[in-house]
């Protein structure tokens, strides 16, 4: 009789054992989670820091590479980010600065399955305009959501002429209207030379010019389908007046020659940044 119940009591322990470890894998790498991994600071701190961290590389330009890159990568239960790779190495020094800038991220809040923190593969995407030398921040849609009805409700890029795949961006619209893009078949253009507007515009903040400080503000608006500016932020603050400063002269802008898509004007979410050097 003893020796039963000591055998019903080893299985039951095993059984409870083989319940709780059944819970998360703690070897596993997840593609599907309760909760997603995301960027210490949320989405605009991910944007902010890629914006700022990620380099135009220079070969790259020179064979006229653009296209948007996405990689996959997997955030560990500790938030350490690890298995850094490019779903699409058609241009592989794009590929390398996107994987560089990666790897200089912080921790990241892990995902989480049913409470408890696991290792989860995730993907994250770069974009690359050739025009300015734009840089943008894209994210990608979750294949299990996006729907026709989803599609309407939020913005989203056009098949880009190379051949890089469609991608959602950031701020959900209400109709189809009112959708802003990150890229355009047709950017839009500052009507005149936006460099020399700049240059008469400024007037360097005087503690900085005493200083002899100089300074990068990256600022980012959107241009309407009719050319007008608006929603003017600073992505990338320097403090010292410039800030201020580079708020005001975008906001004075004249209208610009609005970007299209399929021969159409759309809003386009454009990312400027203006050097302060005396």
Known sequence: MKKLLLGLLLCAAITVTKQISAQTKPDSVYQRVDIKPQYTGGETALENFIL?????PQE???KKQQGIIEVTVVVSKDGKISNINCTNNKHPELCN?????????????????KG????????IAIGFKLYNKQITYVIIPDEMTVSKEVIYNQDIVESDPNGVDDAL???PKNKPDDITVTFAEQMPEFN????????????????????????KVITQFIVESDGS????EILKKAGWGFD?????????????????????????????????KI
């Open 169 to 171: 961006l950031s701020k």
């Open 97 to 113: 600065e996107v994987k560089r800038v990666i790897a200089l991220m912080p921790k990241w809040t892990p995902a989480k399955v």
């Open 244 to 276: 201020e400063e580079a708020l005001r002269v975008v906001k004075a802008m004249p209208n610009w020659k609005p970007g299209k898509q399929n021969g159409k004007p759309v809003r386009v979410l454009y990312t400027l940044p203006i050097h302060f």
């Open 192 to 215: 005149g030379d936006l460099m020399a507007y700049l240059s008469e515009s400024i007037v360097y903040p005087s503690m900085a010019e005493e200083n002899n400080i100089e300074a």
């Open 52 to 56: 700022t961290q990620t380099q135009y």
């Open 60 to 62: 790259a330009l020179n």
């Open 229 to 232: 500016i608006g929603n003017v």
């Open 116 to 123: 408890q923190a696991v290792s989860a593969q995730h993907k």
